[in-house]
T-cell receptor, first 112, second 114 residues
């Protein structure tokens, strides 16, 4: 069975500081992993995806994530937070049936 | 990437009534997915809609409550029937990308039941 766990429902960082959002996954098959961002009153936008190619994946808006099989992790990072990064972030894993299983989300607050 | 349009974007409905949400995609897709996002929570898959066959519902969701239509490869509807305040959620339509890797989402329909 597939599942994801996001550690920390709320994360606050200062503008310019490192952003680290944690995601651990469970999958019985090699996973496809995703990070999505949801801005207030909007749908979900794909930030980046891991599909068994390079383990370090670069996405939009300066975000990247590293797939670590030994740790079953896919943490999302950004070197320097911007005010515009404030949003809800969801980690997701996909199974062979095309269903996406989402984590509970992490709300990122950026402090000026 | 696919462009997905959902209508309505939001609605306030009386309990006991039904609301039909429309999802239009700018390209032909085999599978379309409907998700629910309850307030402050993550997304839960309601059902998978394939053109020409009955939708496949996830555990906890039934066709009588959430009937789905899929008349062609670019369109689907989800109806929330006999609504109660517990149905207040964001409902999102989704399609799989090329190669069935990532999923693309509509803007969602924010439903409030009073």
């Amino acid at each position: 069975a597939q599942s994801v766990t996001q550690l920390g429902s709320h994360v606050s960082v200062s503008e310019g500081a490192l952003v680290l959002l944690r995601c651990n996954y469970s999958s019985s098959v090699p996973p496809y992993l995703f990070w999505y961002v949801q801005y207030p009153n909007q749908g979900l936008q794909l930030l980046l995806k891991y599909t068994s190619a390079a383990t370090l994946v670069k996405g939009i808006n300066g975000f990247e994530a590293e797939f670590k099989k030994s740790e079953t992790s896919f943490h999302l990072t950004k070197p320097s937070a911007h005010m515009s990064d404030a949003a809800e972030y969801f980690c997701a894993v996909r199974n062979g049936a095309n269903n996406l299983f989402f984590g509970t989300g992490t709300r990122l607050t950026v402090i000026p | 990437s696919a462009v997905i349009s959902q209508k309505p974007s939001r609605d306030i409905c009386q309990r006991g009534t039904s609301l039909t949400i429309q999802c239009q995609v700018d390209s032909q897709v085999t599978m379309m997915f409907w998700y629910r996002q309850q307030p402050g929570q993550s997304l839960t898959l309601i059902a998978t809609a394939n053109q020409g066959s009955e939708a496949t519902y996830e555990s906890g969701f039934v066709i009588d409550k959430f009937p789905i239509s899929r008349p062609n490869l670019t369109f689907s509807t989800l109806t929330v029937s006999n609504m109660s305040p517990e149905d207040s959620s964001i409902y999102l339509c989704s399609v799989a990308g090329t190669g069935n890797t990532e999923a693309f989402f509509g803007q969602g329909t924010r439903l409030t039941v009073v």
